[in-house]
Each structure stands twice: as C-alpha cells, then as structure tokens.
C-alpha cells in the first residue's frame, strides 16, 4: 500500500468540518500522502465504510486555470463507465461552500500497490516487463475512448489546434513562473513554435500517465487498476500525452542528474527503454512516427516537465511553502533546460 504520513502542519485543516459535510459517518485518521508536488492528497480512514480519498489544491499563488477540483472530479465521474481503472467519486465541493476554505474532492480509496522512486515490493524482471506492456495498453486504450459517444467528455476539446495552443500555453506558463534564477528559454520556445506538427488526432488523455499515478493489484502487480490524478486531463493529441509520459521516463543508461531525478521505477531490471514504449504504441495505433518526428514530442514533453517545476520552484523560491523536497526544483529546471537543446542540437543534425 501507499504509505501516508502525518500531515504537515502547512497542509492541515478542519477534520470535524469535513467530516460534518461528507456525512459518512466518523473520520478516525487524516494522514496525507507525500507523492506529488502539485495538488495536497490525503487519507480518511472512515470509522465506518471504505476509507476514502481527499483532494485539495496547494496554498500560496496558483496559476490560472490549475488545480479546479470539480473539473478533475467531473471527467472521472465521466469516465468510469468506459474505463474501468478510475475511482469511484464520491462528493465534491466548491470553494464558496468548502468546509476548509478551498475546493475539494472526496473519492473512494483503490486498494493496491503504488511504484514510487523503487517499487517497493517484489518485482521479477518478466513481472516489470509484463508491466510495460500493460501500461502502454492501457494507455492505448484511454485514447481509443470514444469521447463523443461520454457525456461530458467531448466539449473538453477545442477543435484542431491543440499542438499549437499548448506550446503558446505552456510558454506563457513559464514567463509567469519566472525567478531570478530562470535561463533564457526563447531558443527552445522558438523551436517549438517552428517545428510544432499538425494534431494527429482529438483523443482522451491523461496529460500525467506515470506509474506513480497507478495503482496496481496487490496480487499481480502487473495489473493495473486504477489510474489516478486527472488533473491535467483532456481531449487533446495522444502523442502530446506519449511525449509528456516519457520526459518523466529514466533509463538505466541516462546521466547521473536525470538518474538522480527519476520518481518513478523505470531503470529496475526488465523495465522498457523509452524507445521500446514510443515503438510499442505506435505499433498497437498504426502510426508511422520518424526519430525527426519524435523529437518534437519528446523536447515538449522535458519542456512542460520543465515548467511544471519552476511553478514548484516559484512556490518554494517565494516562501508559499516550506516543503524542502521542493528545493531541488530550481536545479532540475536547469537541467531540463539543457537536456532540450541537447536533443534539439541532435535533431538538427540528423535533418
């Protein structure tokens, strides 16, 4: 299981209050789970009935449009009777309404096995292959998800476009998240903006597909469950989804600072290179996609990674919050800075 731990102090807030509004009977335990450093996640074991889940966004300046729990409780609420692998939702609240002052979701606890840095338990090298496997075709299969047949779902998209509007969006994302210590990012942004493709489809995606947002079965952990954390969420190109899923995918063979930075298990025996993923669900879709090609979808995958950390870093860098996981943050971005003119440099060498 997923260890929770006590909260921190930063992160408390009224358990008599929430436990008034759910209605489900006593709150014995609040513990609040560590993975993730962009919205607060926490445990309710329930003195009666299964233990439950709560979602809340962070304290301190937020950018605009992030962290709205009702679209993440919506869009799972939508999803599951076509995908199986999302919670069950329970209760949502707005902020006007909120017993704790901000907006919040409740959902049903899914019980398993979730891979943080190191899985954590047992794991035979044909376990973790088996496991690839698996997540590349439940990856496949949320994008095969008819959105226009989910109410719901369908208006989440925007038309054509999409490529074009996330890299105009996460571009302006970066210049409001600006520090002192944030690099000159413009020759990356313009290589982005010259090379982006036409959008090869209008699908469901995840926008965080990792393996710390599944939850395996306990008894086959080559099972995938459930997937969490759909914050992010929305009908848009798949392999935008595919590049943003491999910037947080560490090989074994990587240097030591992107080694140092894995969150996930993706470099234990048996795991997929991300070569092996990207020729893998471009074989199980059909579509033809050249290591040119790739390389925008693998420079704006590190990109959005990049920026969703010097959000954090912002946070952290302004005293919004005194988490000193997130000291790291500031580094990373660096780092990712140099990683995407890496590949861009053997893009334009292999043109």
């Known amino acids: 299981m997923d260890e929770a731990r006590p909260v921190r102090d930063e992160d408390a807030f009224d358990v008599a209050a929430v436990e008034a509004w759910l209605g489900r009977g006593p709150i014995a335990e609040v513990r609040q789970f560590p993975g993730g450093a962009s ?66 979701y409740v959902m049903e606890r899914l019980d398993g096995l979730i891979p943080r840095r190191d899985f954590g338990f047992p794991m035979s090298a044909e376990q973790a292959d088996a496991l690839c496997d698996a997540a590349v075709d439940l990856l496949v299969a949320l994008h095969s998800v008819d959105v226009s047949a989910v109410p719901g779902l369908a208006e989440l998209g925007k038309g054509d476009g999409y490529v074009a509007r996330q890299v105009a969006g996460w571009t302006a994302r970066l210049e409001a998240a600006r520090t002192d210590d944030t690099g000159d990012w413009s020759d990356i942004t313009g290589w982005l903006d010259a090379h982006q493709p036409a959008d090869v489809g209008q699908r469901m995606i995840h926008n965080d597909y990792r393996f710390d947002n599944m939850v395996l079965a306990a008894d086959d952990p080559t099972r995938i469950v459930g997937l969490l954390d759909w914050e992010l969420a929305t009908v848009g190109d798949p392999l935008m989804d595919l590049g943003c899923t491999l910037a947080y995918w560490v090989q074994a063979d990587d240097d030591e600072f992107f080694l140092h930075f894995r969150r996930q298990p993706t470099t234990e025996t048996g795991m997929w290179t991300r070569r092996q993923v990207v020729d893998a669900y471009c074989a199980r879709t059909g579509v033809e996609l050249s290591d040119a090609q790739w390389s925008f979808y693998e420079v704006f995958g590190l990109f959005r990674l990049a920026v969703i950390a010097q959000q954090i870093w912002y946070r952290y860098f302004h005293g919004q919050t005194t988490n000193e996981t997130y000291a790291a943050f500031g580094p990373a971005v660096g780092y990712l800075e140099k990683r995407c003119r890496r590949i861009i440099a053997a893009a334009g060498e292999s043109a």
């Open 39 to 104: 919205n607060l996640t926490y445990l309710l074991r329930m003195g009666e009935g299964p233990d439950l889940i709560l979602r809340r966004p962070p304290v301190g300046t937020k950018p605009k449009g992030a962290h709205d729990m009702g679209r993440e409780f919506r869009i799972q609420a939508a999803l599951k009777p076509v995908f199986g692998q999302v919670p069950t939702m329970v209760a949502h609240c707005t902020a006007d309404e909120s017993p704790i002052g901000s907006e919040l």
